[in-house]
């Protein structure tokens, strides 16, 4: 499943290869590029129908700009790579991909079964 919002056409295409690429990756469940500011979903793939990922990306972007500014309050000069949250069997990856970071990719995966 693919979902767009209107931007350029190029940019999702590359967008889009990068997630179907992630697909790829055992345990794998969904991912999808976001707007940081604003959660709204520019693209996205999942596997498992019923994964809310326009709803799953507003809250991982919640928690993703709460971890920048708690790098920030702690005074760290190197740019937040890589954000993990694990509930149960669930594991979320999220990673900015702009810096200043107005973008992020996350990705749903079973913890049960990736690395």
């Known amino acids: 499943m693919l979902i767009e919002r209107q931007d350029t ?3 999702f295409r590359a967008q ?3 997630l ?3 697909m790829a990756i055992e345990g794998f469940v969904g991912c999808a590029v976001a707007d ?3 959660g709204q979903l520019i693209v996205g793939e999942s596997h498992e129908r019923g994964l809310g990922l326009a709803h ?3 809250i991982l972007a919640e928690a993703l700009r709460a971890q920048l500014d708690a790098a920030r309050a702690l005074g760290c000069t190197e740019p937040v790579d890589e954000v993990v949250l694990c509930v149960g069997t669930d594991q ?3 990673r900015p991909l702009t ?3 107005q973008q992020f990719i996350f ?3 079973d913890h049960t079964r990736a690395n």
């Open 56 to 58: 799953t990306g507003r």
């Open 92 to 94: 979320y990856v999220m």
């Open 107 to 109: 990705a749903k995966l």
């Open 36 to 38: 940081l500011r604003s």
């Open 9 to 11: 056409a190029e940019s």
């Open 16 to 18: 889009a290869l990068l």
């Open 20 to 22: 179907r690429s992630l």
């Open 99 to 101: 810096m200043p970071a």
